[in-house]
């Protein structure tokens, strides 16, 4: 049982550049999130996902997209990277229901845009 | 919006002290209110609080809700160097989004 998993763990990127990141977890969650963190300012939620097939927009969205074309998988993506991107990425996934909020996390996979 | 408040944003103490640890906060439905230990990688669940004024414990961590007063305290007793981390206090919203804090750094001293 692996829980989160994401790939890469690191990655450098020029600016202008895309890239995707993968998330995947074997729990049978519904509800999958992705995060950023950055010094001093906690985590952030980007995007995040009720089901297979769904996505909705978090507190700072700009810049990524995502897809959830598969309960086990969510993905994001960076279409022209900026250096305001550059930070450690999170995700994370949790059951549905109003009684299960503890979200589980991946390792984060941290990304330097240059 | 949900609003999560922690303090002190950072904290060095030597090994055996005691800390307390603050989170205050402000949610249109209250739920509930976790905290996560952050070491060098992905955050690690510690407790989940729903009632006022009902203890959780583990080891020498503990915490404490005050609905009343919308804030909780983590406290550590005999503090450790492997308790140096990040604590990270949320509230979860709809769809069990949760807003967090921006952490608090402890570090601790041999």
């Known amino acids: 049982n692996a829980g989160v998993t994401q790939t890469p763990k690191f990655r450098v990127l020029k600016t202008g550049q895309s890239m995707t990141l993968l998330c995947a977890q074997d729990?049978?969650?519904?509800?999958m999130y992705w995060y950023r963190q950055d010094p001093g300012m906690g985590l952030r939620l980007i995007h995040y996902?009720?089901?297979?097939?769904?996505?909705a927009k978090g507190e700072v969205p700009d810049g990524y997209n995502v897809s959830r074309l598969k309960k086990q998988n969510f993905l994001l993506g960076l279409e022209s990277a900026a250096p305001s991107q550059t930070s450690v990425y999170f995700c994370?996934?949790?059951?549905?229901?109003?009684?299960?909020?503890?979200?589980?996390f991946g390792p984060g996979t941290r990304l330097t845009v240059t | 919006e949900d609003k999560v408040v922690q303090s002190p944003l950072s904290l060095v103490v030597h090994e055996g002290d005691t800390v307390t640890l603050n989170c205050s906060y402000e949610?249109?439905?209250?739920?509930?209110l976790l905290w996560y230990k952050q070491e060098k990688k992905a955050p690690t669940f510690l407790f989940m609080l729903?009632?006022?004024?009902i203890e959780k414990k583990s080891g020498r961590l503990s915490s404490i809700l005050d609905k009343k007063e919308l804030f909780s305290i983590l406290n550590i007793t005999a503090t450790q160097t492997g308790d140096s981390a990040i604590y990270l206090c949320?509230?979860?919203?709809?769809?069990?989004?949760?807003?967090f804090g921006k952490g608090i750094t402890l570090s601790v001293r041999p």
């Open positions: 994370a996934s949790s059951y549905s229901g109003t009684f299960s909020y503890e979200q589980y």
């Open positions: 729990m049978n969650h519904e509800y």
């Open positions: 996902s009720v089901g297979e097939g769904t996505t």
């Open positions: 949610v249109t439905n209250f739920r509930s």
């Open positions: 729903t009632s006022s004024g």
């Open positions: 949320a509230v979860p919203g709809a769809n069990s989004k949760l807003t």
